[in-house]
């Protein structure tokens, strides 16, 4: 994907700050300079990295940490905001009756996003239809008809017709009930004059809303005069860049993107319709650095804490911390993680938990059901004091007390024990890998409900970029 190694290098590179609390001259070079390799690497125009470095090199330098900040978190923190600034703000897309026009060179993937982002407005609740104007490719109108049958929405074409503004026209005409018209046009292999009078053509006609350039995320440099010249046509509002789950570079688009002065509407991430993503800066960048969706993660955290509210009690999460995790720890973060969501989900989104630390976990980490859930709660209520506090002292013949107290198998007993070890062993690799961010996520927790940690502590695993 876009820009791919740019976490691990910078990663690497942050490494070398830990412990620091100041940071030098030479320190900021090198994190720059792996900066600059990386974006270079992914084709983004040199001037545009260039600025980019200065801008970090001077904010680091010039900027007070704040206080309680290591030199690693603000280095990174800064890095982050830059990188938010260079890919910009998503572009503004309603949802709201409107015309889109997309635009782009052939085998971009105009139609193939025509059809995901009608499929996309569906589920947002309008009715969308595409508009195939296509006369030059052959079966571009086949293709376009059956991806709309896929993704259920409204599909108008005429392969008998040659004309592409009148196509345009009479589908506009032709799915008038539609809320949301998406009209897909012809791509040349590069940009001649018939394509674009072309275009300009149709554009006239279908007056759209906001006219969209489609970009394969593998072009290069190349995008810069693409988006210029569609962009003085046309007018560019925003670039849909396709095909970044392959191992296209993308930063071809990004310049094109901050050439044009638009910015990015969605994102294409395979072939079938459902795979388009609305783009999202600080969601893209957090991914990008390998740094988990911190904002999405937070804003979780927090509703889940609502949801479980502050009933209780002497449970203190820094506990957990300092290595004493105890069934209660356990308890609260099953109920925390209950109200969060598929825990699949959550892992994604916490620094550093990417695939592979969640690769390594046993796959029974994951498999906290509801309803074993439930039982573990029943177990643990026929628990005493002392065996919530302590349950690697419960023996045998408490097991089976607790069994018949509770009502449940003695080799459940023993699984809830088994969980609650694996979770701790977990909880040890977190230890020391956990600063910056997310102690203060966890302390704002604690203060705020008092509740849990969103099950993340007992999760985690690895050091997350913010772990000095
Ligand atoms: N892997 C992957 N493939 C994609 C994506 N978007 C489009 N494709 C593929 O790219 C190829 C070209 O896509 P089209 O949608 O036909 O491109 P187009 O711009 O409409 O092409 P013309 O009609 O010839 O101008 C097709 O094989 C698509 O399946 C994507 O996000 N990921």
């Known amino acids: 994907m876009v820009l791919d190694d740019l976490g691990s290098s910078l990663r690497g590179t942050l490494d070398t700050l830990r412990g620091k609390s100041r940071i030098s001259e030479e320190d900021v070079e090198e994190v720059v300079k792996e900066i600059q390799r990386s974006l270079l690497q992914a084709d983004v125009d040199v001037s545009l990295v260039m600025d980019l470095s200065d801008r970090i090199k001077e904010r680091s330098l010039d900027e007070e940490p704040p206080k309680g900040t290591t030199a690693r978190d603000h280095v990174l923190r800064i890095v982050y905001e830059e990188l938010v600034d260079l890919v910009g703000e998503s572009t503004d897309i309603p949802l709201e009756e409107q015309t889109i026009l997309l635009a782009g060179l052939q085998g971009s993937g105009k139609t193939t996003s025509a059809a995901k982002m009608a499929w996309w407005f569906s589920k947002k609740g309008l009715r969308p239809a595409v508009i195939q104007t296509d006369t030059f490719r052959p079966g571009a109108y086949d293709q376009a008809k059956e991806m709309c049958r896929r993704a259920e929405v409204e599909f108008y074409g005429d392969p008998d017709c040659d004309d592409p ?260 062993r977990t909880l040890k690799q977190f230890q020391g890998g956990m600063d910056g961010d997310m102690q203060r996520m966890m302390k704002k927790m604690q203060g705020e409900g008092g509740g849990g940690m969103g099950g993340m502590g007992g999760m985690g695993g690895g050091k997350g970029p913010f772990g000095d």
């Open 165 to 424: 503004v009148q196509i345009a026209r009479e589908g506009l005409e032709a799915t008038s009930d539609a809320e949301v018209h998406i009209v897909d046009t012809a791509g040349r292999h590069a940009l001649e004059d018939d394509l674009i009078s072309e275009i300009e053509e149709i554009d006239r006609t279908v007056d759209p809303d906001r006219s969209l350039l489609v970009l394969d995320a593998a072009i290069g440099q190349g995008a810069k005069d693409q988006a210029s010249q569609f962009d003085e046509s046309i007018g560019i509002d925003g670039v849909v860049i396709t095909k970044l789950d392959g191992t296209a570079k993308g930063g071809g688009a990004l310049t094109a993107v901050d050439q044009t002065d638009s910015s990015i509407g969605f994102l294409g991430t395979g072939e079938e319709v459902k795979d388009i993503e609305r783009f999202e800066p600080e969601s893209f960048i957090s991914r990008l650095l390998g740094m988990g969706d911190l904002k999405q993660l937070t804003e979780r955290v927090e509703r889940a804490m609502e949801e479980t509210g502050d009933e209780e009690d002497d449970w203190d999460p820094e506990d957990m911390l300092k290595g004493e995790f105890t069934l209660k720890d356990m308890q609260k973060q099953l109920e925390a993680m209950n109200n969060m969501g598929p825990l699949d989900q959550i892992m994604d989104m916490i620094p550093g938990m990417g695939g592979g630390i969640k690769d390594q976990l046993p796959d029974d980490a994951m498999d906290v059901t509801q309803d074993r859930m439930r039982r573990f709660e029943i177990i643990m209520d026929s628990m005493t004091e002392k065996e919530m506090e302590n349950p690697r002292g419960v023996g045998q013949t408490q097991v089976e007390r607790i069994a018949r107290g509770s009502g449940c198998a003695e080799e459940e007993v023993r699984e809830l024990l088994q969980q609650h070890k694996m979770m701790e």
